[in-house]
């Protein structure tokens, strides 16, 4: 199964390396208006990334492994996140838009998003500045005794999805 996910994923168009985010399941041409995510991006290689961990794993028992471990890493290096990414602002645009050429102005500022994985591998591939980090909004909300982050959307989704494959801190 992991193969033949990979070779339809070598097979598709990419921006930069970058999935698109609509294909025709048939056909798998782009659909329109092609977009490309920036924190799909992200969280698509971050997920090859532990793939590839969890491999091997058990490469040395099925030596089949050890070639799609290079398959997937050859995925994760042709994926460049540095065209999403503002240096004016030091922040992530929320993604390209292809047919007008253009980055969203829209950026993702908060922290607690799921843009947290995708920056954290950006800093990591030194793809971008660890000044990009601090860049990051770190607001807090206080409801009684309880403080605590505030999410990009407010969802339980944006707050917890990074910690799927970061570490969680008290």
């Known amino acids: 199964r992991v193969e033949r996910c990979l070779a339809t994923v070598e097979r598709l168009a990419k921006y930069h390396g970058n999935l698109y985010n ?8 782009t659909l329109k208006p092609e977009f490309v995510s920036t924190v799909d991006s992200g969280n698509f290689v971050c997920c090859l990334v532990a793939l590839g ?14 070639a799609l471990q290079g398959r997937i890493r050859a995925i994760v290096d042709a994926t460049d996140l540095a065209p999403f990414y503002d240096r004016r602002k030091n922040l992530f645009s929320i993604g390209w838009n292809v047919p007008e050429e253009t980055l969203v102005d829209s950026h993702y500022d908060f922290l607690m998003s799921e843009a947290r994985l995708t920056s954290y591998f950006a800093v990591a591939r030194k793809t971008v500045s660890r000044r990009h980090w601090g860049a990051m909004g770190r607001a807090m909300s206080r409801t009684g005794s309880y403080a605590g982050p505030v999410s990009w959307t407010g969802t339980m989704f ?8 970061l570490p969680v801190y008290e």
């Open 22 to 29: 609509w294909y025709d399941t048939e056909t798998t041409d």
């Open 158 to 165: 944006e707050y917890f999805m990074p910690h799927l494959l």
């Open 53 to 66: 961990e969890g491999l091997a794993d058990y490469a040395g028992e099925h030596r089949p492994l050890t």
